[in-house]
């Protein structure tokens, strides 16, 4: 599987550089998909783990990169291993 862009609607991204905001900014995924958290939680998300449905849309937030998500200082949800 390649890099791939998602285009998302109204994202806030966050990554070292700072946070990227509004409706066509995009996500390069490999293999993974979107990274994803609550604003409130302390674990990230692949789009394919189990959880991410409860997470309330405007409660979300995304990552550029896996790295980006671990700087946050959260770490990768048990239900993702």
Not at 5 to 15: F, G, K, L, N, S
Not at 30 to 37: D, Q, S, V, Y
Not at 54 to 76: H, P, T, V
């Amino acid at each position: 599987m390649g890099v791939r862009d998602i285009v998302m609607r109204e994202p806030v991204i966050y990554h070292e550089g700072g946070i990227i905001e509004g409706s066509q900014a995009s996500v390069s995924t490999e293999k993974t998909g979107p990274i994803l958290a609550s604003k409130n939680g302390k674990a990230y998300f692949f789009a394919w783990c189990q959880g991410t449905a409860k997470i309330k849309q405007e409660n979300r937030i995304y990552f550029a990169n896996e790295d980006d998500a671990k700087a946050s200082g959260r770490n990768l949800s048990k239900t993702c291993k």
